[in-house]
């Protein structure tokens, strides 16, 4: 289900294979039983005792039915399974041990999960739908309502449009099963964390037409940093009718409610990576108010999935979301450049803003299975739409203007709100709309994937008063590969892509910002032994990207500029009777077009191997290793250390109940894992967290 296209050899080449290539998407042949697509898929992708390879399986972000081993290109899937074996609490913690991927690269956040791809920022999704718009103001997807995550490594623009040169993350949502099943689990934890949840699933009527899934969590947890909760609620109760043979409707909706404050007290250097004046800053300190800060989140959403067959080679699926959010933030953090004083005091920055998001989007397509002559071909013809709005009041930034604290021994209840002046700020609104052509195609044992879109996007500052900011922008956008597969198991290929993302905002001179572009090139290969208990992956890159947002040296404003990023990647999974092991490695060299200094915020080396044992008896034990490079601040300085963090579970499963316990972060390191730059201010890293969990399965 996934096809994605790229040609070393240039993008002129796209749009020439593309064009030769329309034709076919309105001849519908006669095709054999074995290439008839079916209407819906209500299997989970990933069941109980799944293994980790999942690289048989095509990758909903795809949009084609097409095995995640046969494309030209890279992409990991994280499934159920490995999400629940390793403990992960969030889609950050899910990512940590996949090749490419630089999960947490802001260190321990309750705000929301970062990563970054191959060097690169990437954008992320849910369903195949953008889910994220802005800052400060989305509601953190619960990992808990998820099948499986998909990372789809380098641009992406021509399969979703406005996408980031890292490409992109894609949550998929659990939806309803056939077969009556589910579990109630129960979790503590570390930081005083307690948690209930509830997956059931089946049939809702007695012909099995229609069915129905509900997943529910809440949880009540303290941090790592003092005042700092991260409570959450999550309600996603989904419908599915199969209406007929040929048509399946599916209906979910997710509520969140996240709350509690945000952990990132932009600490300074002094006493992080730097000495302090007296001695280092305890990574759980918090420069905030108890009684003040605040971060909380709610959001209603309601998805629409379609899918009908029109015969045995053409289909027609369609996605539809409205989301509705809000947030509302009341922060401190220690004035980033303020400097400690010798009592170890420090300013404080204060921060307010009460935001609503409101975001409808959609993708419909049509999709065939076509054999022509001695070739076969996977296509898809489709349009999508993004409609943006995010709102933001009650706005106050003031920098050193909430008083002193000693990061010592800190002393709350000293700062005067009544003399807050909190005003409007600007509005921004995203007007996207894409059309897209999608070919994969067999002949023999050569597989050539293609794709071309077209995007036209109007991005909009509405401001408080004068006159609004606008920058439309359009784009043709393609991607071409090539692999070849021998019978013993091995694809290598290459491939060619490009990005397209356009900006809000201005730069420093006040003028709208210019969208940012990259490109691509790859060549990797892909290797599955015909048992299937064997998966590597490896891959070379070279991404260019133009136009890239960065902090200019005037406060809120940016610039604009050309960065580089190149590297290889290895992904193995292997499976050894009752052992599955999974290892990766990522090496590569991310650095500013201009200057030639290192990108920020980006680890130049991971290496990472989970494994996993299961008893006869139902005791398993699993045990990991993460080493995580050094990396920079912006503008090169200074540097952050490199770390080793060890990650180990046990379980035992008896009859309906499975007991297990998660340790992150084995040997609990206290470690600075991100610094903004040069004397500014630094973020630590997860502290070690154990979670004790029940489940009882019918």
């Excluded at 949840?197 to 012909?207: E, I, Q, R, W, Y």
């Excluded at 959403?301 to 009341?330: C, K, P, Q």
Aim: aromatic fraction near 10%; hydrophobic fraction near 35%; glycine fraction near 10%.
């Amino acid at each position: 289900m996934v096809c994605q296209y790229r040609a070393i050899w240039g993008a002129p080449l796209v749009g020439a294979c593309l064009l030769s290539l329309i034709p076919l998407a309105v001849q519908a042949e006669e095709t054999s039983e074995a290439n008839v697509i079916p209407a819906v898929e209500v299997n989970a992708d990933a069941e109980e005792g799944a293994s980790y390879i999942t690289e048989q399986q095509a990758a909903k972000t795809g949009k084609l039915d097409v095995a995640v081993e046969d494309t030209p290109f890279a992409i990991s899937v994280v499934n159920e399974e490995f999400i629940r074996d390793t403990g992960a609490k969030n889609i950050q913690d899910a990512l940590m041990y996949s090749s490419g991927v630089y999960a947490g690269a802001f260190g321990f956040d309750t705000r929301g999960d970062w990563a970054k791809v191959r060097g690169m920022d990437p954008s992320f999704y849910l369903d195949g739908l953008r889910s994220v718009y802005g800052s400060y103001n989305s509601v953190r997807t619960n990992v808990y309502a998820l099948e499986q995550l998909e990372v789809l490594k380098g641009p992406s623009s021509v399969l979703y449009g406005q996408s980031e040169l890292g490409g992109i993350i894609n949550s998929v949502s659990k939806l309803p099963k056939p077969v009556q099943q589910g579990e109630l689990w129960a979790q503590v934890g570390s930081f005083d964390r307690k948690q209930l949840a509830a997956d059931v699933t089946g049939p809702l009527s007695k012909d099995g037409k229609l069915l129905y899934r509900l997943v529910a969590l809440k949880r009540d947890s303290g941090t790592q940093v003092d005042y700092v909760d991260d409570d959450g609620f999550l309600f996603a109760p989904s419908i599915t009718w199969l209406a007929t043979d040929n048509t399946t409707i599916s209906l979910l909706f997710n509520a969140q409610e996240n709350s509690g404050g945000v952990s990132a007290q932009f600490l300074p250097a002094e006493g992080t990576i730097d000495p302090g004046v007296r001695g280092d800053v305890p990574s759980e300190t918090f420069v905030g108010e108890p009684d003040w800060d605040r971060y909380d989140r709610e959001k209603n959403e309601v998805t629409l999935f379609v899918d009908h067959r029109l015969n045995d080679a053409w289909s027609l699926a369609a996605t539809g979301r409205y989301t509705s959010s809000s947030s509302e933030t009341r922060e401190h953090w220690a004035a980033i450049g303020a400097g400690v004083a010798a009592n170890g005091d420090t300013l404080r920055t204060i921060y307010m803003a009460d935001n609503d998001t409101e975001v409808t989007n959609f993708d419909i397509r049509l999709e065939g299975d076509v054999d022509l002559g001695i070739t076969r071909h996977r296509l898809a013809v489709g349009v999508d739409r993004q409609d943006a709005l995010w709102e933001q009041g009650n706005y106050f930034y003031g920098y050193g203007q909430g008083g002193t604290i000693n990061l010592y021994n800190p002393v709350y209840g000293t700062v005067n709100y009544a003399a807050l002046n909190p005003a409007d700020r600007p509005d921004n609104e995203i007007k996207q709309t894409g059309i897209y052509l999608i070919d994969h195609m067999d002949i023999g044992n050569f597989a050539i994937s293609g794709a071309l879109r077209h995007d036209d996007s109007t991005n909009t500052t509405l401001a408080v008063s004068g006159p609004d900011t606008k920058s439309d922008d359009e784009e043709t956008t393609g991607r071409l590969g090539l692999m070849y597969h021998f019978d013993f198991g091995l694809s290598p290929y290459v491939s060619y892509s490009q990005s397209f993302t356009p900006n809000l905002g201005t730069n420093a001179g006040g003028q709208s910002l210019d969208a940012s572009t990259g490109e691509q090139e790859e060549a990797g290969l892909k290797y599955m032994n015909d048992s299937g208990d064997l998966s590597i992956t490896a891959a070379y890159f070279y991404i260019e990207e133009t136009n890239r947002v960065i902090p200019s040296g005037q406060a809120q404003q940016v610039d604009q500029i050309g960065a580089k990023s190149e590297g290889w990647e290895l992904e193995v999974k292997k499976m050894l009777g009752n052992l599955e092991l999974q290892a990766s490695m990522t090496d590569l060299r991310a650095i500013d077009d201009d200057s030639g200094v290192r990108l920020p915020y980006v680890a130049d080396r991971l290496v990472s191997g989970w494994g996993k044992y299961e008893l006869e008896n139902g005791l398993r034990f699993g045990a990991g290793v993460r080493y995580i490079g050094d990396n920079v601040g912006s503008g090169g300085a200074p540097k952050v250390p490199s770390q080793m963090l060890y990650d180990a579970m046990l379980g035992y499963g008896i009859q309906n109940w499975d007991f297990s316990m998660n340790i992150q972060n084995l040997t609990d390191e206290e470690y600075v894992s991100w610094c903004r730059g040069a004397g500014a201010d630094c973020g630590f890293g997860e502290r070690r967290t154990v979670t004790a969990n029940a489940r009882y399965r019918f």
